[in-house]
């Protein structure tokens, strides 16, 4: 079994930053692709970014060149440092990490962002 655990949320002001991080409890190096996902209310769930085993990144539109998904695989753990941040992207913010061909999820960790 294959655990993700995400910490780093928060209440922040709108322009603020905060860094995410996702701990999974296998060699990273196993995994395909890790990626962070958020949901609102109401909302479905969309991809923010994510990353390839060989380095490479995508990242939603909105989220472009404010938000960098990074991974350090000698601590198996993916981040996502999120900066100017805006209340649009308050959002649960979920981990998934994707190792052919299973899907593993965090539990998530809340982001506000106030205005």
């Known amino acids: 079994q294959v655990h993700l655990t995400e910490s780093g949320g928060g209440l922040v002001q709108a322009g603020e930053s905060l860094r995410l991080s996702c701990a999974i409890s296998?060699?990273?190096?196993?995994?395909?692709?890790m990626g962070w996902y958020r949901q609102a209310p109401g909302k479905q769930r969309e991809l923010v970014a994510n990353?390839?085993?060989?380095?490479?990144?995508n990242y939603a539109d909105s989220v472009k060149g404010r938000f960098t998904i990074s991974r350090d695989n000698a601590k198996n753990t993916v981040y996502l440092q999120m900066n100017s941040l805006k209340p649009e992207d308050t959002a649960v913010y979920i981990c998934?990490?994707?190792?052919?061909?299973?899907?593993?999820w965090g539990q998530g960790t809340q982001v506000t962002v106030s205005s």
């Open positions: 998934n990490a994707y190792e052919v061909p299973y899907d593993y």
């Open positions: 296998k060699s990273i190096f196993s995994i395909d692709v």
């Open positions: 990353i390839r085993s060989e380095g490479r990144t």
